[in-house]
T-cell receptor, first 113, second 112 residues
Framework: DAKTTQPPSMDCAEGRAANLPCNHS???????VYWYRQIHSQGPQYIIH???NNETNEMASLIITEDRKSSTLILPHATLRDTAVYYC??????????????FGEGTQLTVNP | GAVVSQHPSWVICKSGTSVKIECRSL??????MFWYRQFPKQSLMLMAT?????????EQGVEKDKFLINHASLTLSTLTVTSAHPEDSSFYIC????????FGPGTRLTVT
């Protein structure tokens, strides 16, 4: 799986958009970009994933550059409950069971009141 | 999303004893589940892949005789930490699913 690079920490004001970047310059054509987050002392939570196109769901938006070497997770209106470590992961086999996840260090997002 | 449960949520045991942690997929069947370990202020580290009806596969550096994994049904995988030592104290998390991996809430193990 391709390696990802994320800033170790970011701050965001409550109610504002949080934009979390991720570099994955060695991503392969069949690798998807996944985002998970982990609130302190809990199991990780799936947020969103994508291959080439931008994606949006009820939690967030995922913007993937045209060359697929980087992406940005956008939380449109951050709340205090969004404070967590956010992990960007690239992996193959999105549609098959049993595809492992390799976690990097992630970005600690702190949403301030 | 799908639900994965873990039991117990926390456990304290004495050095030298064994501890079993259960991971259940409540609303989906999982032929494969994963076990992770997380030390304080560190990221999740994959320990092993649990395969229903067959032997687990372990990551390099993980002792298979110490961390016994059983995946006897499509909804249950168990991790047994044998002869636990204080250095085994950690947060153990399991996951299952297909393109969306669903994670359990984790089990905090403290070995005294």
């Amino acid at each position: 799986d391709a390696k990802t690079t994320q800033p170790p920490s970011m701050d965001c004001a409550e109610g504002r958009a949080a934009n979390l970047p991720c570099n994955h310059s060695t991503i392969s054509g069949n690798e998807y970009v996944y985002w998970y987050r982990q609130i302190h002392s809990q199991g990780p939570q799936y947020i969103i994933h994508g291959l080439k196109n931008n994606e949006t769901n009820e939690m967030a938006s995922l913007i993937i550059t045209e060359d697929r070497k980087s992406s940005t997770l956008i939380l449109p209106h951050a709340t205090l409950r969004d404070t967590a470590v956010y992990y960007c992961i690239v992996r193959v086999g999105a549609e098959t069971s049993g595809s492992r996840l390799t976690f990097g260090e992630g970005t600690q997002l702190t949403v301030n009141p | 999303g799908a639900v994965v449960s873990q039991h117990p949520s926390w456990v304290i045991c004495k050095s030298g004893t064994s501890v079993k942690i259960e991971c259940r997929s409540l609303d989906f069947q999982a032929t494969t589940m994963f076990w992770y370990r997380q030390f304080p202020k560190q990221s999740l580290m994959l320990m092993a892949t649990s395969n229903e009806g067959s032997k687990a596969t372990y990551e390099q550096g993980v002792e298979k005789d110490k961390f016994l994994i059983n995946h006897a049904s499509l909804t249950l995988s168990t991790l047994t930490v044998t002869s636990a030592h204080p250095e085994d104290s950690s947060f153990y998390i399991c996951s299952g699913g297909s393109y969306e991996q669903y994670f359990g809430p984790g089990t905090r193990l403290t070995v005294t």
